[in-house]
Nanobody, 127 residues
Framework: QLHFVESGGGLVQPGGSLRLTCTAS????????VGWFRQAPGKGRDEVSC????????????DYADSVKGRFTISRDNTKNTVSLQMNSLKPEDTAIYYC????????????????WGQGIQITGST
């Protein structure tokens, strides 16, 4: 059975920090571009960050949405089959449901081509 399970996150005050992690089971993340996406109420699912896949080497270039550059950091641990998103200096506008996604040997993370989605975790940047 294939699983891509998110953990972490929750309610945090503006300026706080949270870390999200997705753990893959039944497939190997280093064969995929891996990324994080978020969907705010009434809006589409937008890419937040991505580790691109490069043929023969999954440790590819990282991409960040302009809105999170300098605040969020994406990382992967292939030995644990995980991808994480460290979120610092959270703002109210970061409030959304956050999803991890994996795209089979795709150069970039493209939401419409995601093979496996995490279940989504609500992140609230204000109380």
């Amino acid at each position: 059975q294939l699983h891509f399970v998110e953990s972490g996150g929750g309610l945090v005050q503006p300026g706080g920090s949270l870390r999200l992690t997705c753990t893959a089971s039944g497939f190997t993340l280093d064969d995929y571009a891996v990324g994080w996406f978020r969907q705010a109420p009434g809006k589409g699912r937008d890419e937040v960050s991505c580790i691109n896949y490069i043929h023969g080497n999954s440790d590819g270039k990282t991409d960040y949405a302009d809105s999170v550059k300098g605040r969020f950091t994406i990382s992967r641990d292939n030995t644990k089959n995980t991808v994480s998103l460290q979120m610092n200096s959270l703002k109210p506008e970061d409030t959304a449901i956050y999803y991890c996604g994996a795209v089979w040997r795709e150069a970039t993370c493209v939401a419409t081509r995601v093979n496996y989605w995490g279940q989504g975790i609500q992140i609230t940047g204000s109380t």
